[in-house]
Protein backbone atom coordinates (compact mmCIF):
# COMPACT_ATOMS: atom_id res chain seq x y z
CA UNK A 1 0.00 0.00 0.00
CA UNK A 2 1.45 3.23 -1.12
CA UNK A 3 0.92 6.56 1.20
CA UNK A 4 -0.88 8.27 -1.35
CA UNK A 5 -3.33 5.68 -1.71
CA UNK A 6 -4.99 5.66 1.70
CA UNK A 7 -8.31 7.10 1.91
CA UNK A 8 -9.76 5.07 4.63
CA UNK A 9 -8.44 4.11 7.95
CA UNK A 10 -9.75 1.39 10.50
CA UNK A 11 -9.16 2.11 13.80
CA UNK A 12 -10.00 -1.06 16.14
CA UNK A 13 -11.08 -0.58 19.68
CA UNK A 14 -12.82 2.89 20.91
CA UNK A 15 -11.00 3.10 24.35
CA UNK A 16 -8.63 6.05 25.71
CA UNK A 17 -6.36 4.76 22.73
CA UNK A 18 -8.71 3.77 20.43
CA UNK A 19 -10.90 7.10 19.97
CA UNK A 20 -7.79 9.35 20.40
CA UNK A 21 -6.23 7.63 17.20
CA UNK A 22 -9.74 7.99 15.05
CA UNK A 23 -9.62 11.65 16.20
CA UNK A 24 -6.44 12.43 14.90
CA UNK A 25 -7.02 10.06 11.46
CA UNK A 26 -10.32 12.03 11.12
CA UNK A 27 -8.84 15.72 11.82
CA UNK A 28 -6.10 14.44 9.46
CA UNK A 29 -9.00 13.98 6.58
CA UNK A 30 -9.45 10.53 6.53
CA UNK A 31 -12.40 8.77 6.44
CA UNK A 32 -12.25 6.33 9.96
CA UNK A 33 -14.00 3.50 11.07
CA UNK A 34 -14.07 3.01 14.54
CA UNK A 35 -15.08 -0.29 15.85
CA UNK A 36 -15.30 -1.85 18.82
CA UNK A 37 -17.05 -4.85 20.53
CA UNK A 38 -20.29 -3.55 22.04
CA UNK A 39 -22.43 -0.35 21.01
CA UNK A 40 -22.08 1.41 24.21
CA UNK A 41 -18.63 0.84 24.17
CA UNK A 42 -18.10 2.66 20.63
CA UNK A 43 -20.36 5.40 21.19
CA UNK A 44 -18.32 6.25 24.51
CA UNK A 45 -15.98 6.39 22.06
CA UNK A 46 -17.63 8.43 19.62
CA UNK A 47 -18.94 10.81 22.45
CA UNK A 48 -15.08 11.00 23.81
CA UNK A 49 -14.21 12.29 20.69
CA UNK A 50 -17.23 14.61 19.91
CA UNK A 51 -15.97 15.99 23.49
CA UNK A 52 -11.85 16.84 22.70
CA UNK A 53 -13.60 18.43 19.28
CA UNK A 54 -15.69 20.45 20.70
CA UNK A 55 -12.48 21.48 23.48
CA UNK A 56 -10.21 21.96 21.06
CA UNK A 57 -12.61 24.20 19.03
CA UNK A 58 -13.46 26.23 22.07
CA UNK A 59 -9.53 26.88 22.73
CA UNK A 60 -9.18 28.00 18.98
CA UNK A 61 -7.00 25.43 18.05
CA UNK A 62 -9.16 24.44 15.12
CA UNK A 63 -12.99 25.80 14.32
CA UNK A 64 -15.96 24.57 14.94
CA UNK A 65 -16.64 24.10 11.44
CA UNK A 66 -13.56 21.81 11.66
CA UNK A 67 -14.35 19.81 14.53
CA UNK A 68 -18.00 19.01 13.07
CA UNK A 69 -16.25 17.30 9.63
CA UNK A 70 -13.62 16.12 11.47
CA UNK A 71 -16.65 14.10 13.92
CA UNK A 72 -18.47 13.94 10.41
CA UNK A 73 -15.68 11.55 8.88
CA UNK A 74 -15.77 8.91 11.93
CA UNK A 75 -18.42 6.06 11.37
CA UNK A 76 -18.66 3.99 14.31
CA UNK A 77 -19.07 0.45 13.93
CA UNK A 78 -19.62 -3.06 16.08
CA UNK A 79 -19.46 -5.51 13.06
CA UNK A 80 -15.47 -6.23 12.10
CA UNK A 81 -16.39 -7.19 8.59
CA UNK A 82 -17.81 -4.06 8.26
CA UNK A 83 -15.09 -1.83 9.79
CA UNK A 84 -11.98 -3.26 8.03
CA UNK A 85 -13.10 -4.42 4.57
CA UNK A 86 -12.73 -1.02 2.83
CA UNK A 87 -9.86 0.14 5.00
CA UNK A 88 -6.32 0.46 3.13
CA UNK A 89 -4.81 0.86 7.03
CA UNK A 90 -6.55 -1.02 9.79
CA UNK A 91 -4.94 0.35 13.26
CA UNK A 92 -5.33 -1.88 16.44
CA UNK A 93 -5.78 -0.44 19.93
CA UNK A 94 -7.62 -3.38 21.68
CA UNK A 95 -6.30 -4.12 25.40
CA UNK A 96 -2.62 -5.08 26.12
CA UNK A 97 -3.15 -9.09 26.25
CA UNK A 98 -1.38 -10.78 23.82
CA UNK A 99 -4.30 -13.43 22.95
CA UNK A 100 -7.17 -10.41 22.85
CA UNK A 101 -4.77 -9.18 20.29
CA UNK A 102 -4.32 -12.13 18.49
CA UNK A 103 -8.10 -13.32 18.12
CA UNK A 104 -8.77 -9.32 16.31
CA UNK A 105 -5.91 -9.85 13.80
CA UNK A 106 -7.67 -13.68 13.08
CA UNK A 107 -10.82 -12.25 12.24
CA UNK A 108 -9.96 -8.98 10.51
CA UNK A 109 -7.46 -10.93 8.26
CA UNK A 110 -10.37 -13.13 6.82
CA UNK A 111 -11.81 -9.15 6.13
CA UNK A 112 -9.21 -6.92 5.07
CA UNK A 113 -8.37 -5.90 1.49
CA UNK A 114 -5.21 -7.90 0.36
CA UNK A 115 -2.85 -4.66 0.49
CA UNK A 116 -3.89 -3.50 3.61
CA UNK A 117 -1.90 -2.57 6.32
CA UNK A 118 -2.19 -3.68 10.21
CA UNK A 119 -0.88 -1.42 12.70
CA UNK A 120 -0.81 -2.31 15.87
CA UNK A 121 -0.76 0.43 19.07
CA UNK A 122 0.81 -2.07 21.62
CA UNK A 123 2.51 -0.53 24.22
CA UNK A 124 5.04 -3.37 24.89
CA UNK A 125 3.61 -6.51 22.88
CA UNK A 126 5.53 -8.07 20.30
CA UNK A 127 5.40 -7.18 17.01
CA UNK A 128 6.62 -10.45 15.40
CA UNK A 129 5.02 -12.69 17.09
CA UNK A 130 1.56 -10.55 16.74
CA UNK A 131 2.52 -10.38 13.06
CA UNK A 132 2.44 -14.15 12.84
CA UNK A 133 -1.16 -15.11 13.31
CA UNK A 134 -1.70 -12.90 9.91
CA UNK A 135 -0.88 -13.67 6.66
CA UNK A 136 0.84 -10.68 6.24
CA UNK A 137 3.82 -10.12 8.51
CA UNK A 138 5.62 -8.01 6.02
CA UNK A 139 2.75 -5.18 6.19
CA UNK A 140 2.37 -5.44 9.36
CA UNK A 141 4.27 -2.71 12.35
CA UNK A 142 3.96 -1.15 15.57
CA UNK A 143 2.45 2.49 15.37
CA UNK A 144 2.79 3.19 19.13
CA UNK A 145 0.78 6.52 20.30
CA UNK A 146 0.57 7.99 23.17
CA UNK A 147 -2.19 9.39 25.84
CA UNK A 148 -3.77 11.82 24.71
CA UNK A 149 -3.20 11.30 20.97
CA UNK A 150 -4.56 14.68 20.24
CA UNK A 151 -2.14 16.25 22.66
CA UNK A 152 0.78 14.07 22.13
CA UNK A 153 3.98 14.37 19.23
CA UNK A 154 5.25 11.71 19.31
CA UNK A 155 4.38 8.30 17.74
CA UNK A 156 7.09 5.00 17.96
CA UNK A 157 6.73 3.28 14.31
CA UNK A 158 8.46 -0.15 14.95
CA UNK A 159 9.68 -2.89 12.96
CA UNK A 160 8.57 -6.54 13.40
CA UNK A 161 11.09 -9.17 12.16
CA UNK A 162 9.23 -9.41 9.32
CA UNK A 163 8.40 -6.00 7.97
CA UNK A 164 8.79 -4.75 4.63
CA UNK A 165 11.11 -1.23 4.47
CA UNK A 166 8.06 -0.19 2.49
CA UNK A 167 5.30 -0.55 5.41
CA UNK A 168 7.36 1.23 7.97
CA UNK A 169 7.66 4.39 4.94
CA UNK A 170 3.65 4.07 4.34
CA UNK A 171 3.28 4.32 8.62
CA UNK A 172 6.02 7.11 9.00
CA UNK A 173 4.27 9.00 5.67
CA UNK A 174 0.39 8.43 7.60
CA UNK A 175 1.57 9.85 10.59
CA UNK A 176 3.16 13.01 9.30
CA UNK A 177 0.13 13.32 7.73
CA UNK A 178 -1.57 12.83 11.34
CA UNK A 179 0.41 16.40 12.14
CA UNK A 180 2.86 13.67 14.71
CA UNK A 181 6.75 13.17 14.53
CA UNK A 182 7.50 9.13 13.62
CA UNK A 183 10.52 7.55 15.67
CA UNK A 184 11.53 4.59 14.00
CA UNK A 185 12.19 1.66 16.56
CA UNK A 186 14.57 -0.65 14.33
CA UNK A 187 14.29 -3.66 17.14
CA UNK A 188 11.29 -5.52 18.52
CA UNK A 189 11.85 -5.22 21.91
CA UNK A 190 9.79 -5.12 25.18
CA UNK A 191 7.95 -1.41 25.93
CA UNK A 192 10.07 0.00 22.56
CA UNK A 193 11.78 3.51 23.62
CA UNK A 194 9.36 5.43 25.32
CA UNK A 195 7.54 2.56 27.90
CA UNK A 196 11.32 1.24 28.60
CA UNK A 197 11.53 4.18 30.58
CA UNK A 198 8.43 5.55 31.80
CA UNK A 199 6.59 2.38 33.14
CA UNK A 200 9.93 2.17 34.73
CA UNK A 201 9.81 5.42 36.28
CA UNK A 202 6.34 5.39 37.30
CA UNK A 203 6.54 2.01 39.18
CA UNK A 204 9.62 3.33 40.75
CA UNK A 205 7.20 6.27 42.27
CA UNK A 206 4.69 3.29 43.38
CA UNK A 207 7.94 1.48 45.47
CA UNK A 208 9.18 4.92 46.75
CA UNK A 209 5.87 5.07 48.29
CA UNK A 210 4.92 1.23 48.95
CA UNK A 211 8.17 1.88 51.02
CA UNK A 212 7.26 4.84 53.19
CA UNK A 213 9.80 7.22 51.63
CA UNK A 214 7.67 9.93 50.67
CA UNK A 215 3.96 10.57 50.13
CA UNK A 216 2.27 10.51 46.28
CA UNK A 217 2.58 13.96 46.43
CA UNK A 218 5.46 14.33 47.30
CA UNK A 219 7.17 12.09 44.38
CA UNK A 220 4.48 14.19 42.06
CA UNK A 221 6.18 17.57 43.46
CA UNK A 222 9.57 16.27 42.80
CA UNK A 223 8.45 14.56 39.22
CA UNK A 224 6.81 17.35 38.43
CA UNK A 225 9.02 20.72 39.13
CA UNK A 226 12.34 19.60 39.66
CA UNK A 227 12.58 16.73 37.49
CA UNK A 228 10.63 19.15 34.51
CA UNK A 229 8.04 16.73 33.34
CA UNK A 230 4.95 17.60 32.49
CA UNK A 231 3.12 15.97 34.98
CA UNK A 232 4.17 14.08 38.00
CA UNK A 233 4.51 10.22 38.00
CA UNK A 234 1.20 9.48 39.85
CA UNK A 235 -0.82 11.64 37.56
CA UNK A 236 1.17 10.03 34.66
CA UNK A 237 -0.09 6.75 35.63
CA UNK A 238 -3.95 8.02 36.18
CA UNK A 239 -3.62 9.72 32.55
CA UNK A 240 -2.59 6.72 30.70
CA UNK A 241 -4.42 3.65 32.96
CA UNK A 242 -3.12 2.08 35.58
CA UNK A 243 -4.00 -0.99 34.07
CA UNK A 244 -1.90 -0.44 31.18
CA UNK A 245 0.88 0.39 33.15
CA UNK A 246 0.46 -2.81 35.39
CA UNK A 247 -0.01 -5.02 31.71
CA UNK A 248 3.63 -3.30 30.21
CA UNK A 249 5.19 -4.29 33.41
CA UNK A 250 4.05 -7.23 33.97
CA UNK A 251 5.45 -7.88 30.29
CA UNK A 252 8.52 -6.35 30.58
CA UNK A 253 8.59 -8.28 34.08
CA UNK A 254 8.36 -11.56 32.17
CA UNK A 255 10.98 -10.53 28.90
CA UNK A 256 13.54 -8.83 31.29
CA UNK A 257 13.55 -10.03 34.76
CA UNK A 258 13.30 -8.68 38.20
CA UNK A 259 14.25 -4.94 37.57
CA UNK A 260 10.79 -4.51 36.33
CA UNK A 261 8.72 -6.05 39.46
CA UNK A 262 5.62 -4.77 39.75
CA UNK A 263 5.08 -2.27 42.97
CA UNK A 264 1.75 -4.52 45.48
CA UNK A 265 0.88 -0.85 45.19
CA UNK A 266 0.03 -0.67 41.59
CA UNK A 267 -1.65 -4.10 41.51
CA UNK A 268 -3.61 -2.97 44.40
CA UNK A 269 -4.64 -0.01 42.84
CA UNK A 270 -5.87 -2.30 39.41
CA UNK A 271 -7.46 -4.49 41.79
CA UNK A 272 -10.13 -2.13 43.07
CA UNK A 273 -10.73 -0.80 39.85
CA UNK A 274 -9.16 2.50 40.70
CA UNK A 275 -7.63 2.97 37.15
CA UNK A 276 -7.43 6.15 36.75
CA UNK A 277 -9.01 9.26 35.03
CA UNK A 278 -10.88 6.57 33.35
CA UNK A 279 -12.86 5.66 36.31
CA UNK A 280 -12.99 8.88 38.26
CA UNK A 281 -10.76 7.04 40.62
CA UNK A 282 -6.84 6.25 40.69
CA UNK A 283 -3.90 8.08 43.03
CA UNK A 284 -6.00 11.07 42.84
CA UNK A 285 -9.42 11.27 43.12
CA UNK A 286 -10.97 13.11 39.94
CA UNK A 287 -14.60 13.51 41.47
CA UNK A 288 -12.86 15.81 44.13
CA UNK A 289 -11.07 17.73 41.81
CA UNK A 290 -7.74 15.71 41.03
CA UNK A 291 -3.97 15.93 41.67
CA UNK A 292 -3.14 19.09 44.36
CA UNK A 293 0.46 19.04 44.12
CA UNK A 294 2.55 21.15 46.33
CA UNK A 295 5.09 23.74 44.50
N1 LIG B 1 -8.74 16.64 23.91
C1 LIG B 1 -8.96 17.96 24.11
N2 LIG B 1 -8.64 18.59 25.24
C2 LIG B 1 -8.06 17.85 26.22
C3 LIG B 1 -7.81 16.49 26.09
C4 LIG B 1 -8.18 15.87 24.88
N3 LIG B 1 -7.97 14.55 24.67
N4 LIG B 1 -7.24 16.01 27.24
C5 LIG B 1 -7.15 17.07 28.06
N5 LIG B 1 -7.66 18.17 27.45
C6 LIG B 1 -7.84 19.49 28.01
C7 LIG B 1 -8.19 19.48 29.48
O1 LIG B 1 -9.56 19.24 29.68
C8 LIG B 1 -7.79 20.85 29.93
O2 LIG B 1 -8.83 21.76 29.60
P1 LIG B 1 -9.21 23.01 30.55
O3 LIG B 1 -8.02 23.92 30.50
O4 LIG B 1 -10.42 23.62 29.89
O5 LIG B 1 -9.49 22.46 31.89
C9 LIG B 1 -6.61 21.14 29.03
O6 LIG B 1 -6.60 20.17 27.96
C10 LIG B 1 -5.29 21.01 29.70
O7 LIG B 1 -4.38 21.38 28.72
P2 LIG B 1 -3.21 22.36 29.03
O8 LIG B 1 -2.46 22.59 27.76
O9 LIG B 1 -3.71 23.55 29.80
O10 LIG B 1 -2.42 21.44 30.06
P3 LIG B 1 -1.01 20.96 29.96
O11 LIG B 1 -0.12 22.05 29.48
O12 LIG B 1 -0.72 20.30 31.26
O13 LIG B 1 -1.00 19.81 28.83
C11 LIG B 1 -0.78 17.50 28.52
C12 LIG B 1 -1.68 18.62 29.02
C13 LIG B 1 -0.43 17.72 27.04
C14 LIG B 1 -1.55 16.19 28.67
C15 LIG B 1 0.55 17.53 29.36
O14 LIG B 1 0.22 17.51 30.74
C16 LIG B 1 1.47 16.39 29.06
O15 LIG B 1 2.20 16.38 28.07
N6 LIG B 1 1.45 15.34 29.93
C17 LIG B 1 2.29 14.15 29.75
C18 LIG B 1 1.52 13.11 29.00
C19 LIG B 1 2.38 11.96 28.59
O16 LIG B 1 3.56 11.87 28.88
N7 LIG B 1 1.78 11.00 27.88
C20 LIG B 1 2.44 9.81 27.46
C21 LIG B 1 2.18 8.74 28.46
S1 LIG B 1 2.90 7.20 28.00
C22 LIG B 1 1.79 6.51 26.95
O17 LIG B 1 0.75 7.03 26.67
C23 LIG B 1 2.19 5.23 26.36
C24 LIG B 1 1.23 4.12 26.70
O18 LIG B 1 1.58 3.02 25.89
C25 LIG B 1 1.31 3.72 28.17
Known sequence: MDFEDIETVAVLGAGNMGHGIAEVAALAGYQVQMRDIKEEFVQDGYDNIEWSLNKL???????QQEADEALGRVTALVDVEDAVSDADVVIEAVPEKMVIKKDVYTDVEKYAKDDAIFATN???????????????????CGMHFFNPPVRMQLVEVISGEYT???????????????DKTPVRVRKDSPGFIVNRILVPLMNEACWLVHDDVATIEEVDSTTKFDIGLPMGSFELSDQVGNDVGLHVLEYMHEMLGDAYEPCPLLERKVDSEELGKKTGKGFYDYDDGGADIPT
Open 164 to 178: ADETLDTIEELAEAF
Open 57 to 63: AEKDQLT
Open 122 to 140: TSSLSITELSEVTERPEQF
